[in-house]
Every structure is written in structure tokens, then in C-alpha cells.
């Protein structure tokens, strides 16, 4: 268990202290169960009310909240930037793999950094370059030529193909796949002709890629993923892929082929984006968005119908059939009134 003081606490997150600094914090919890030993923090004004009843060591919150607060404080800039910087000063998650284990097979050629560890049953093949700290759980697989970035970790039965490049400071959910062919193939009198895919996936620095994601090879030139990219769980980004720097994909999101999206993006859950165009800097699109044009200007964009009761959506797919109809008619009245006029 990890502990410590509230000065401390105080002191890495350049907080203001009011209050007890000797307090030990073990720990985070909502403001709702949080207990003695326990911090947690204040991110709106609506949750004022249950400051009275939180029974928590510590408080992260803002100026104008500390009169409510009849307990310890930390006064901050932005408590949920702060509680995130917290959970990581306590946290308490396993190294993905200590030592390596006698079950894991390395390729004689294989260069390795100080404190590499591999767990039990991974594979790393000829050719590779392991950076420091690097952590390799057990089960995976690190293909030849692939070079992962110092203290970067893959969680267990992680795959990465051949010459992928991984940066530093990158976490790989478990069973996620680096370096898959992507999708190439011709089409030869109805039969499918495969195409080798030659390129590689180029991942930058502080990458963090969800579980049972895939990232496709690129066909030719590179699948490329940005500095800071997040990407979260069972996401699809196809071959020659470009994802701009600090730019966040949410969970099942579908990248098809040559797609470029730019920096500082936000990608809500379940969208689906055509392949072959562009998608400019600093664009939110909300969940469950069908991506089929170019976005050339910063912004928020939304498709797809919201939930309605059951009755209601019947009506309204009945008369989304019957669009093309409504408009002809709307035009002719149109044409009508201007006869008129």
C-alpha cells in the first residue's frame, strides 16, 4: 500500500494547503464512500451539498469551494486534473512482468536494455531492440525487427508484427495486435488476389493503445500514430492510418484505410470513418458517427438518430423511407407558389 502526507500531496501537485499536512493519505475514493486515509476531490459546484456528509481525509477542489469544506483541502487549478495525477502517485497496478521468466524465448540477436522484463511464454524474435525498463507480460508476442521505446509496456498476449516501431512511454492493453496485414487485395475476374502489405506501424511516445485493439500495417507507406495518441478498447485503424498528436479515440471506433485525422481530436464511441480523406486539427465528433466526408474546419459534429420508445423510431424510419418522395413534392408546391407570385 502506498501512503503519503498531505504536504507531500500538496507540494507535487503545487496545491494550496489548508488544513492538517500531517494527514496520511493511503488511497482515492468518491466523494460518497470515500473514508479516513482516503482523498477526493470536487470537480462542480452541483456536488457542493455533499461536502458536509464526505467523510474523506482530504478534499481536492477549487477556490471558490474551500468555504463549503469544513475539512482538509487541497486547493487546485482543476481538481479532476488533479485527482488523475493522485491515482497516479498511488497507484498500486502490477508491473506487467518482473525479471524474465525462464519460459519466455529470446532470439540470440535480440538486444535488450537495462531492466527489460519478460514474462512467462513471450516470444521475442530476431532482430529486435528492447529499450530500458521495457516490461513484456506473459504470453506475448514481439515480432523480428520490432523496436519498443524505453519503459514502454505491453500487458499479456499483446502481438506486434514485424519492424513495427513502438516510442517511449507507451501502454498496450492486453491481447491487442500491432502490424496485421491491412485489407489490401485486387480483384482479378471475381477472384481475390492478395496484396503483401510492405509498410510498417510507427507509434510515438506516451501512445496508449486499449485492450483487443487492432492497427493494421500500411499497404506501402507507414500506419502512423502521433505523440499522446489515447486509443481505447476494440478499435479498428486500418492500413495507412495517420493519427495526429494528443488526439483521443474512444472505444470500437472504425478508421477505414488512408484516413487522416489530425491533432488534438476528440472520437466518440462506436464512429465509423471512411477511408482516402482528411480529418483537419482539433475536430470533436460525438459517438456513434458515421465519418463519410472530409472535415476541413475545427469544431463539433454529430450524425446518426437518437433513441426514441420503439413506436416512435417505426414512425420515423417509415417516413425517412418516404424523404425522396417529400421532396419532390415539396419542390413542386415550391414551383407552384412561384407560378403565383
Aim: aromatic share 4%; hydrophobic share 40%.
Amino acid at each position: 500500500m502506498v501512503s503519503i502526507t498531505l504536504a507531500e500531496l500538496a507540494e507535487k501537485l503545487d496545491a494550496q494547503l489548508h488544513g492538517d499536512g500531517a494527514v496520511i493519505i493511503t488511497s482515492l475514493a468518491g466523494m460518497n464512500s470515500a473514508r479516513e486515509g482516503q482523498i477526493t476531490f470536487l470537480s462542480s459546484p452541483k456536488y457542493r451539498k455533499h461536502l458536509l456528509q464526505c467523510r474523506a481525509s482530504a478534499v481536492m477542489l477549487k477556490e471558490a469551494d474551500v468555504s463549503y469544506c469544513q475539512g482538509n483541502a487541497l486547493v487546485v487549478a482543476d481538481p479532476y486534473v488533479a485527482y488523475a495525477k493522485v491515482a497516479q502517485i498511488l497507484d498500486t497496478t502490477p508491473a506487467c512482468a518482473t525479471d524474465i521468466a525462464p519460459t519466455a524465448v529470446i532470439a540470440e540477436d535480440a538486444i535488450l536494455g537495462e531492466g527489460v522484463a519478460i514474462g512467462s511464454n513471450a516470444v521475442v524474435e530476431s532482430g529486435t531492440l528492447i529499450g530500458d525498463g521495457v516490461q513484456i507480460g506473459a504470453g506475448c508476442f514481439v515480432g523480428k525487427g520490432t523496436k519498443l521505446g524505453a519503459r514502454t509496456k505491453l500487458w499479456a498476449n499483446v502481438t506486434i508484427y514485424h519492424d513495427v516501431v513502438l516510442g517511449e512511454d507507451c501502454l498496450v492493453q492486453a491481447g491487442t495486435v500491432i502490424g496485421a496485414d491491412g485489407f489490401g487485395y485486387a480483384n482479378e475476374k471475381g477472384k481475390w488476389i492478395k496484396i503483401p502489405q510492405l509498410g510498417r506501424v510507427v507509434i510515438g511516445d506516451r501512445v496508449e493503445i486499449g485492450a483487443c485493439t487492432t492497427i493494421d500495417r500500411g499497404a506501402l507507406d507507414d500506419t502512423c500514430i502521433a505523440d499522446g495518441v489515447i486509443i481505447d478498447n476494440q478499435c479498428q485503424i486500418a492500413h495507412n492510418v495517420s493519427i495526429g498528436e494528443n488526439t483521443a479515440v474512444a472505444g470500437a471506433t472504425v478508421m477505414a484505410g488512408s484516413l487522416k485525422v489530425g491533432k488534438h481530436c476528440i472520437i466518440g464511441g462506436a464512429s465509423v470513418f471512411n477511408g482516402h480523406m482528411e480529418i483537419t486539427d482539433n475536430v470533436t465528433i460525438t459517438g456513434m458517427a458515421m465519418v463519410m466526408r472530409p472535415i476541413t474546419e475545427p469544431g463539433m459534429y454529430s450524425s446518426g438518430i437518437p433513441l426514441q420508445p420503439n413506436r416512435e423510431w417505426r414512425k420515423t424510419a417509415a417516413r425517412v423511407l418516404k424523404i425522396d418522395e417529400m421532396h419532390k413534392r415539396l419542390k413542386e408546391l415550391e414551383k407552384q407558389l412561384d407560378n403565383q407570385a
